[in-house]
Nanobody
Framework: QVQLVESGGDLVQPGGSLRLSCAAS????????MGWYRRAPGKQRELVAI???????DYADSVKGRFTISRDKAKNMVTLQMNSLKPEDTAVYYC?????????????WGQGTQVTVSS
C-alpha cells in the first residue's frame, strides 16, 4: 500500500518562510510526478506546484518567484520551499503523486498540512 505523508505546516508571520515535505512510502515501482495543491477556507482546491520525473516544474502564477518545488528521487520525497509568505497563502496544503505500484498506477494524496500566515 502506498502512502504520502506531509509535514512542515505551521503558523508563520507575513514575509516569513516555511518548508513543506512529503514522503511517499510503500510498494512503489515508479513515481511519474509529484506536486502540491492547497485549499483555502471557502475556496476550491488549486494546484500550487508540480515537478515531473525529469525535473520539469510548473507553478501557479500566485506563487511564482516565491515558492520552489524540488524532489529527491532516491528518497521518494518532494519539498516545497515557501518564501515571502502572504496571508492569502493560508490553506491546507496537500501533496499528491502519480505512482505505479505493484498493483496499479494511480494518483495518491496525502492527508494535508495546515499553513497559516498571520501576524
Amino acid at each position: 500500500q502506498v502512502q504520502l505523508v506531509e509535514s512542515g505546516g505551521d503558523l508563520v508571520q507575513p514575509g516569513g518562510s516555511l518548508r513543506l515535505s512529503c514522503a511517499a512510502s510503500g510498494s512503489i515501482s515508479e513515481i511519474y510526478f509529484m506536486g502540491w495543491y492547497r485549499r483555502a477556507p471557502g475556496k476550491q482546491r488549486e494546484l500550487v506546484a508540480i515537478i515531473t520525473d525529469d525535473g520539469n516544474t510548473d507553478y501557479a502564477d500566485s506563487v511564482k518567484g516565491r515558492f520552489t518545488i524540488s524532489r529527491d528521487k532516491a528518497k521518494n520525497m518532494v519539498t516545497l520551499q515557501m518564501n515571502s509568505l502572504k496571508p492569502e497563502d493560508t490553506a491546507v496544503y496537500y501533496c499528491n503523486a502519480r505512482i505505479r505500484s505493484a498493483i496499479s498506477t494511480k494518483i495518491y494524496w496525502g492527508q494535508g498540512t495546515q499553513v497559516t500566515v498571520s501576524s
